[in-house]
């Protein structure tokens, strides 16, 4: 898979908007820019996922640069609820039957919303 | 609905002792994947299973450590004569289809801590 680079921290204020940025430069055309956040003493939790569109669910936005190269996941309204260590992953998604499409994961980013 | 259940939650051995460590997989997923989370570390891939077939261990650190999932829904990761640097969260995952032709999200348990002393 194509590694990812984050910055390793960032906070923001409670109530306004987080954007956490992530570079992933060598990304293939096969390869989907995936979200997933931990909050201390719990699994990962997934956020979201992309190929190339711009994508919104409950939890957040994800825009995808037009080239690919970098990726800005977007909480529009940060709680305390969402500190947490971010992780920006891209995984190849198709390909042969019985394929493994594991997780790699980086150091991610740690978010810190402050009252 | 219920997701991925791991059991224990914590599990203290001392040195050379063998632990077992359980995955409840969602109710009819297809792939299950074991993840090592050293502290202040993301976690890193062990091990895939395909229903009961198991189609990637390259990430198992030693053939200290041995997982199976014989009837295709629970998994068992098995650690023998475990050493110091076992000492991690081991995390199980499942997603509802085969990783191939899926483009599906995996959904995390919260893990196992597991403590050699």
């Known amino acids: 898979d194509a590694k990812t680079t984050q910055p390793p921290s960032m906070d923001c204020a409670e109530g306004r908007a987080a954007n956490l940025p992530c570079n992933h430069s060598?990304?293939?055309?096969?390869?989907?820019v995936y979200w997933y956040r931990q909050i201390h003493s719990q699994g990962p939790q997934y956020i979201i996922h992309g190929l190339k569109n711009n994508e919104t669910n409950e939890m957040a936005s994800l825009i995808i640069t037009e080239d690919r190269k970098s990726s800005t996941l977007i909480l529009p309204h940060a709680t305390l609820r969402d500190t947490a260590v971010y992780y920006c992953i891209v995984r190849v998604a198709g390909g042969s039957f019985g394929a493994n499409s594991k997780l790699t994961f980086g150091k991610g980013i740690t978010l810190s919303v402050r009252p | 609905g219920a997701g991925v259940s791991q059991s224990p939650r914590y599990k203290v051995a001392k040195r050379g002792q063998d632990v077992a460590l359980r995955c409840d997989p969602i109710s009819g997923h297809v792939s299950l994947f074991w993840y090592q989370q050293a502290l202040g570390q993301g976690p890193e891939f062990l091990t895939y299973f395909q229903n009961e077939a198991q189609l990637d261990k390259s990430g198992l650190p030693s053939d200290r450590f041995f997982a199976e999932r014989p009837e295709g829904s629970v998994s068992t990761l098995k650690i023998q004569r475990t050493q110091q640097e076992d000492s991690a969260v081991y995390l199980c995952a499942s997603s509802l289809g085969p990783q191939g032709y899926s483009n599906q999200p995996q959904h995390f348990g919260d893990g196992t801590r597991l403590s050699i002393l």
């Open positions: 060598t990304i293939s055309g096969n390869e989907y």
